[in-house]
């Protein structure tokens, strides 16, 4: 997630649907963000909602347990938005891919299998 910076950015607000995560974000300047993940196969929020973040962890260790393994393939990611003040994961996705767009601007960054 090189698009922008999440350090000191605060998670506004958590939308799911089937397959789809829709992640709002304001980022240190104030500026808003729309983070989609798409291919959603689970995620887990720890209180994320209002939580300054000090970064985002992609990894292609699956960090959420009880998982259907047949969901999961090499495409398959974890993000984990870290808390700033307790350095833990607060809200862990795993999904195939991610798009975000900043608030009145064009999609600037687009991971697909």
């Not at 975000?100 to 299998?113: G, W």
Request: hydrophobic fraction near 35%.
């Amino acid at each position: 997630m090189n698009s922008f910076s999440v350090a000191d950015g605060t998670v506004k607000k958590i939308t799911s649907t089937p397959g789809i995560l829709v992640v709002n974000f304001t980022d240190w300047k104030e500026q808003d963000w729309t983070i989609t993940f798409e291919n959603l196969i689970a995620f887990q929020s720890l209180g994320a909602e209002g939580e300054e973040i000090s970064e985002i962890i992609e990894s292609k260790k699956i960090l959420i347990e009880n998982i259907n393994t047949e969901d999961i393939d090499d495409t398959t990611k974890s993000y984990s938005f870290i808390s700033a003040w307790s350095s833990t994961p607060v809200l862990v996705i795993v999904a195939k891919g991610y798009e975000t767009k900043k608030h009145n601007q064009s999609l600037t960054k687009v991971i697909y299998p």
